[in-house]
């Protein structure tokens, strides 16, 4: 079966600085793989998909993440921090007709 | 509305009655799924519809919980003899087509239901 594993359940950095959210998959078939962002209060939202179409993808609010095979892994980042991006972020791995995520990681962002 | 709409926002129940969730789905939407966020974790699957049918309902944890989809739109999350574990917040999420990379899943804000 198909899972990720997030690295970190929380990170801060400071504004400007760069992100680097964590993901480790494991799976047994080329996967698919997304990151979503949860706002306090709100929904998942997409951020961004890999399809294998393009091993770097950019997503939106400058985020972008890359997949290495050779890794296992679909890191997230964006270089550089804004207040507005302190949130909740889930990657996850298509497994049948299902989304599985991982634990999450909340990102916090300083002055 | 344009989104996936989810009500009650907030359900506190006493263990061991009824609830039911509802979820408004977008328009036109033919997949439709429920997921279960526990504190601290990552949503988890409990089960998709395709138009009326449950496709798949493998992520039901046990016989307390249901959920129909009668008229391929709307759909209700039914959890029986609740007990304080099923505390948890509900995600609904619809999709234009079944699950696949090329269809985006959009998510409604959840129902955070307490069992005290």
């Known amino acids: 079966a198909q899972s990720v594993t997030q690295l970190g359940s929380h990170v801060s950095v400071s504004e400007g600085a760069l992100v680097l959210l964590r993901c480790n998959y494991s799976s047994s078939v080329p996967p698919y793989l997304f990151w979503y962002v949860q706002y306090p209060n709100q929904g998942l939202q997409l951020l961004l998909k890999y399809t294998s179409a393009a091993t770097l993808v950019k997503g939106i609010n400058g985020f972008e993440a890359e997949f290495k095979k050779s890794e296992t892994s679909f890191h997230l980042t964006k270089p550089s921090a804004h207040m507005s991006d302190a949130a909740e972020y889930f990657c996850a791995v298509t497994s049948g007709s299902k989304l599985t995520f991982g634990t999450g990681t909340r990102l916090q962002v300083t002055l | 509305g344009a989104g996936v709409s989810q009500t009650p926002s907030n359900k506190v129940t006493e263990k061991g009655k009824y609830v039911e969730l509802r979820c408004d789905p977008i328009s036109g939407h033919t997949a439709l799924y429920w997921y279960r966020q526990s504190l601290g974790q990552g949503p988890e699957f409990l089960i998709y519809f395709q138009g009326t049918g449950a496709a798949d309902d493998s992520g039901l944890p046990n016989d307390r919980f249901f959920a129909v989809r009668p008229e391929g739109s709307v759909s209700t999350l039914k959890i029986q003899r609740t007990e304080r574990g099923d505390s948890a917040v509900y995600l609904c999420?619809?999709?234009?087509?079944?699950?696949?990379?090329?269809?985006?899943?959009?998510f409604g804000q959840g129902t955070r239901l307490t069992v005290v």
């Open positions: 999420a619809s999709s234009l087509n079944g699950p696949g990379v090329r269809t985006e899943a959009f």
